[in-house]
């Protein structure tokens, strides 16, 4: 058994696993702090996730788990994630979810292919959102985590949200947005969100889901893959107009720019 500690979202935690993979993928996050609590991959997890994926290997799979048990976690200590990628645009924070191969990757893509050096990215696949109380304002801040997609696009990078914004394939090929509100985002969003294991901590996650709703504007895109849905998207989400420059990050620098060494 491999035991080592990580810190994730402002937080450390103990880590528990059978095979040195897990450790390797984390490194970029081990800690000396002493941790808030402790994870595993339980067997019956194991046994669970290997039925919907029999061809992953076993640390595969561990690591998967490992993830699902922070994740289950995280409501305890003002934190939840959430399944979309995020970037950040001159410090603020902008998410975009929807189902697996709808497009979030190439949406994201396309903003740093023409916007340019003030996109960054927070992460790909698995952010985590920590949400707390400031007087009356609720700040919820998007983290990094090492958990990115099969992109691997991350950073150790944060950025206070400013915005969640839900895709759609365009239909009739053209690029539109709307505002959603929060009845409609709440049925969109708990198709993104991750359950966690205990009826507590589902209670808690669904608490902190409703607390992001109600403090963060919520938009529906419908696009195509183009400059043109990026300033759809652009212009609703930070407020300010699109200026086209063309191409300013050529699409093959991308991975280099986001991911991190492996």
Same mark, same amino acid.
């Given at each position: 058994?491999? /035991?080592?500690?990580?810190?994730?979202?402002?937080?450390?935690? %103990?880590?528990?696993?059978?095979?040195?993979?897990?450790?390797?993928?984390?490194?970029?996050?081990?800690?000396? &702090?002493?941790?808030?609590?402790? /994870?595993?991959?339980?067997?019956?997890?194991?046994?669970?996730?290997?039925?919907?994926?029999?061809?992953?290997?076993? =640390?595969?799979? %561990? &690591?998967?788990?490992?993830?699902?048990?922070?994740?289950?976690?995280?409501?305890?200590?003002?934190? /939840?994630?959430?399944?979309?990628?995020?970037?950040?645009?001159?410090?603020?924070?902008?998410?975009?979810?929807?189902?697996?191969?709808?497009?979030?990757?190439?949406?994201?893509?396309?903003?740093?292919?023409?916007?340019?050096? %003030? /996109?960054?990215?927070?992460?790909?696949?698995?952010?985590?959102?920590?949400? %707390?109380?400031?007087?009356?304002?609720?700040?919820?801040?998007?983290?990094?985590?090492?958990?990115?997609?099969?992109?691997?696009?991350?950073?150790?990078?944060?950025?206070?949200?400013?915005?969640?914004?839900?895709?759609?394939?365009? =239909?009739?090929?053209?690029?539109?947005? &709307?505002?959603?509100?929060?009845?409609? #985002?709440?049925?969109?969003?708990?198709?993104?969100?991750?359950?966690?294991?205990?009826?507590?901590?589902?209670?808690?996650?669904?608490?902190?889901?409703?607390?992001?709703?109600?403090?963060?504007?919520?938009?529906?895109?419908?696009?195509?893959?183009?400059?043109? #849905?990026?300033?759809?998207?652009?212009?609703?989400?930070?407020?300010?107009?699109?200026?086209?420059?063309?191409?300013?990050? #050529?699409? =093959? =620098?991308?991975?280099?720019?986001?991911?991190?060494?492996?």
């Amino acid at each position: 058994m491999d /035991v080592f500690n990580i810190e994730l979202a402002g937080m450390p935690m %103990e880590i528990k696993s059978r095979y040195n993979y897990c450790r390797w993928f984390c490194r970029d996050y081990l800690t000396d &702090r002493a941790p808030v609590f402790s /994870v595993y991959a339980e067997d019956d997890r194991m046994a669970e996730l290997r039925e919907y994926s029999p061809d992953m290997r076993d =640390e595969f799979l %561990e &690591r998967d788990c490992i993830y699902s048990a922070i994740a289950s976690k995280l409501p305890y200590y003002n934190r /939840v994630t959430l399944h979309g990628a995020c970037i950040s645009y001159r410090g603020k924070g902008y998410l975009f979810t929807a189902a697996s191969g709808t497009g979030k990757s190439t949406h994201i893509g396309l903003w740093k292919q023409y916007i340019g050096a %003030e /996109v960054d990215i927070v992460n790909g696949d698995k952010p985590i959102f920590h949400i %707390e109380a400031e007087g009356t304002h609720t700040k919820i801040t998007a983290y990094d985590t090492p958990w990115c997609g099969k992109e691997g696009w991350n950073r150790k990078h944060s950025a206070e949200m400013a915005a969640i914004c839900f895709i759609r394939r365009t =239909e009739d090929g053209r690029n539109r947005i &709307r505002r959603v509100d929060p009845d409609e #985002a709440i049925s969109l969003m708990l198709r993104q969100m991750f359950h966690p294991y205990a009826p507590e901590a589902t209670g808690l996650m669904l608490d902190l889901f409703s607390k992001m709703i109600e403090s963060l504007p919520l938009y529906l895109l419908e696009c195509d893959i183009s400059e043109e #849905a990026v300033a759809c998207s652009f212009e609703a989400l930070t407020g300010e107009k699109y200026s086209g420059r063309g191409i300013l990050t #050529a699409p =093959e =620098e991308i991975d280099q720019l986001w991911r991190m060494p492996r």
